[in-house]
């Protein structure tokens, strides 16, 4: 038995805790792309409030796209302007100077496919932060728990999980941005927390 998660853009605390709560997780590519979900877009905390991230797809002519199959759009920039949102937020959380080199090597990479970027992206989150490194599938297990793909990871939920945020002096806690927010802010202890969930 397995439980199959979508392939998640920098995945958020949600995802992560879930993740974590899991029998056998893998990253499943074999089902269709589906629109505004964690595949390609989440939030990071801007000085404003929740900032969307989102990764713009080649969809072609076909209304039949895979997961496996989605193309990245390079050519509108949005390394670079995501990257300076990011660079924006977090320059001023505690752990900042210490991740930030390692990120943006995989940042600046022109993958082709969209599940590649997110799962080098979610590597290295899970790398860091100590949970041992996802799986991807194409192929659908014979048993498996599909709970997970049909999850909208960007809802914001309940979570019991409280830290100090960069902007936390003017914001209320954001509970569902990625969970780089996490790691930028408390560091090694974030699996810890996450743990805790």
């Known amino acids: 038995m397995v439980t199959l998660f979508p392939s998640a853009f920098l995945p958020t605390l949600h995802y992560v805790t879930s993740w974590?709560?899991?029998?056998?997780?893998?990253?499943?590519?074999?089902?269709?792309?589906?629109?505004?979900?964690?595949?390609?877009?989440?939030?990071?905390?801007?000085?404003?409030?929740?900032?969307?991230?989102?990764?713009p797809i080649q969809h072609g002519s076909s209304s039949?796209?895979?997961?496996?199959?989605?193309?990245?759009?390079?050519?509108?920039?949005?390394q670079q302007r995501y990257w300076h949102s990011i660079v924006s937020a977090y320059q001023n959380a505690p752990y900042f100077e210490h991740y930030i080199e390692e990120l943006q090597e995989i940042w600046f990479q022109q993958n082709l496919l969209l599940y590649e970027f997110n799962f080098q992206l979610t590597s290295w989150l899970f790398n860091t932060l100590g949970i041992p490194m996802p799986i991807i599938?194409?192929?659908?297990?014979?048993l498996h728990d599909d709970t997970p793909l049909k999850a909208d990871f960007l809802t914001p939920k309940i979570v019991s999980l409280r830290y100090k945020q960069v902007f936390s002096y003017k914001?209320?806690?954001?509970?569902?941005?990625?969970?780089l927010d996490l790691l930028l802010n408390k560091g090694p202890e974030s699996i810890y927390l996450i743990q805790r969930c």
């Not at 893998?26 to 929740?50: D, F, M, P």
């Not at 914001?171 to 969970?179: I, Y």
Request: proline share 6%; glycine share 4%.
């Open 64 to 78: 039949h796209l895979f997961m496996k199959d989605a193309a990245i759009v390079y050519s509108e920039r949005w």
């Open 20 to 55: 974590l709560q899991s029998v056998n997780p893998v990253i499943y590519i074999g089902e269709k792309y589906q629109k505004q979900t964690c595949r390609n877009r989440t939030y990071i905390l801007s000085s404003q409030g929740a900032l969307p991230l989102i990764i």
């Open 137 to 142: 599938q194409s192929i659908l297990p014979a």
């Open 171 to 179: 914001l209320p806690f954001q509970s569902n941005v990625s969970v």
